[in-house]
């Protein structure tokens, strides 16, 4: 009997509708990664999830990151691909520093800036981009469709640049990018093409949800490098083990703080945490979209559309497509609408999550708080995180060990910076050439028949 895991949609137990004929098999990892989506609209979902012995984890102290790398794929893929080649990809995809920062006692920032984008996207679109091209087969022609709210398109197009046999077609909110997040989606050229949305990030990605949808655009072998594709999710369980293996006494317990949108990142750590990682608690923030908090206080969850611009614009999400595997996890169902079919065990998500809004106004306030105090330039989505730490131990008191998520490198945002502490942040390595970069997006309505027409006039 094989012991790979299979991938089940997180539909595949509702009762068909007119809307959602449930997809209630399974397929492999190389179905589910190529696939991106299940046919029913649902994401897919391991049918079991390994686990991590605290020796194996242990081991991992003082190594690179590399090696944590190895042993959480290992978990996921044994059977689905050799060592040597997973082991390939690991060396290709990670060449640059995880920095922990300490901050306080017991409170470090995890930089996950220092990829070819500066972005934490990179450390799961680098890998994907490696496994997608590894697995794709020579014959099939991939077209991938990315929905951005900054960082993610930016990551996806740089990983994938380049890889033959796969096109990428990025979406992006037009009025909801900073300058260089822009300057980035236009100019990664070659097979990636960027197009600018004159909406928002929620209308980014049911443009994409559509295509995935429509049955015409199947002979296309459409895939998605967003977050719904569980090849994103895999690389992101990987910084938390390798985290907690640097900082962490044996079996001491840890507090992760991850600034959260589309809730793909911090899916990553629910995933550590079931595998074996002591985690104390997961702490979500949210910017001032804040449905996911309302819902963990009041059982009710509504969707926000139109989704609200703040300062963390990448977290501008009003229906996070995560959402959709947290919910089944505890044994609950949502669609890609936001309707709930099954409501998930709210009080056993409370023991371990904790979530909180933060303002535009707070965001600032942090940035100037954390540059006064510690001398720690934070960005946006970066100061998110800490206040929501904050306001964990505001709530519950402290915790020995504590680390929160810088997830942009605060170049990316140099507006937001200089107005609120006066400093220009230097630019890493990778944006040093960006200005010098020439391209231009296609620009294209809110319709989903202009988005279809293009792709049909292009594949």
């Known amino acids: 009997m094989s012991n790979k895991i299979r991938y089940y949609s997180t539909n595949g137990k509702l009762e068909p509708t007119d809307e959602i004929i ?10 589910a990664l190529l696939m991106g989506q299940a046919p029913d609209e649902g994401l897919f979902m391991p049918d079991r999830i390994p686990t991590l012995s605290r020796e194996a984890i242990a081991t991992l102290r003082g190594q690179p990151y590399g090696e944590a790398a190895r042993l959480v794929m290992d978990a996921f893929l044994a059977g689905d691909i050799s060592r040597a080649k997973l082991n390939t990809c690991i060396r290709d995809a990670y060449n640059f520093n995880v920095p922990l920062e300490k901050v306080d006692t017991g409170k470090y920032i995890m930089r996950l800036d220092q990829g070819p984008t500066a972005s934490f996207k990179d450390f799961a679109a680098r890998m994907m981009a490696r496994l997608m091209g590894l697995l794709k087969g020579y014959t099939t022609r991939l077209n991938v469709l990315v929905a951005t709210s900054g960082d993610t398109g ?7 640049k380049g890889v033959k046999g796969i096109n990428v077609t990025i979406l992006y909110p037009r009025e909801e990018v900073s300058g260089r997040q822009k300057k980035q989606l236009d100019t990664i050229g070659e097979n990636v093409q960027a197009i600018s949305v004159a909406g928002q990030f929620d209308d980014c990605q049911n443009l994409v949800k559509q295509a ?4 015409s655009l199947r002979r296309f072998n459409l895939t998605s490098a ?25 079996g001491e317990e840890i507090v992760f703080s991850i600034p959260s949108g589309n809730f793909g990142n911090a899916l990553g750590c629910e995933y550590a945490r079931r595998m074996g990682l002591p985690v104390n608690k997961l702490v979500m923030p949210v910017n001032e979209n804040d449905e996911f908090p309302h819902f963990l206080e009041t059982g009710r969850y509504e969707k926000i559309s139109p989704s609200r611009a703040c ?3 990448a977290m501008n999400v009003g229906h996070p497509s995560n959402l959709a595997r947290f919910f089944d996890l505890y044994g609950g169902t949502v669609d890609r609408n936001g309707r709930v079919h099954i409501h998930p065990d709210r009080q056993a998500m409370r023991e371990h999550i904790f979530s909180v809004s933060v303002s535009d106004r707070e965001t600032r306030e942090t940035i100037k708080t954390v540059y006064d105090r510690y001398g720690v330039v934070l960005e946006p989505h970066g100061a998110v995180g800490w206040r929501g730490l904050e306001a964990y ?8 060990l504590c680390v929160s998520l810088e997830t942009a490198h605060p170049a990316k945002f140099p507006e937001a ?11 890493p390595q990778s944006m040093k050439d960006l200005e010098k970069k020439t391209g231009e997006p296609i620009l294209m309505d809110n319709s989903y028949e202009a988005f279809r027409t293009y792709l049909l006039s292009c594949m």
């Open 311 to 313: 300062l963390s614009n």
């Open 417 to 427: 910076i200089e107005s609120t502490i006066g400093i220009q942040p230097e630019l």
């Open 212 to 215: 995935f949808a429509d049955r």
């Open 22 to 31: 449930p997809f209630s098999g399974t397929v492999s990892f190389r179905e």
């Open 154 to 160: 930016s990551a996806v197009g740089d990983a994938y």
């Open 226 to 250: 967003n977050s719904i594709n569980f090849g994103r999710i895999l690389p992101q369980i990987i910084y938390y083990v390798y985290a907690y293996a640097q900082l962490a006494a044996p």
């Open 393 to 400: 131990l505001e709530a519950m008191g402290d915790n020995a």
